[in-house]
């Protein structure tokens, strides 16, 4: 089992207070695929590592 697995997951509403933004807007990007938050879909539920979110802030940082 890697680290990935043991990594507690967010849902939807957690993960857009991370990213400071609405549940809403993370609902749009997850369905029009606008950026690869990789969401885990369990049934109906959705879920977000942490390190993913950390990625993708990373990866928008000015540099």
Not at 1 to 27: F, H, I
Not at 41 to 59: C, M, N, P, T, W
Request: charged share 35%.
């Amino acid at each position: 089992m890697n680290e990935n697995n043991k990594e507690p997951l967010l849902d939807r509403k957690s993960a857009a207070q991370y990213l400071n933004v609405s549940p809403g807007t993370l609902a749009v990007w997850d369905c029009t695929k606008r950026y690869d938050l990789k969401p885990i879909k369990i049934g109906r539920a959705v879920r977000y590592r942490h390190s993913d979110l950390d990625k993708f802030i990373e990866q928008r940082l000015w540099r």
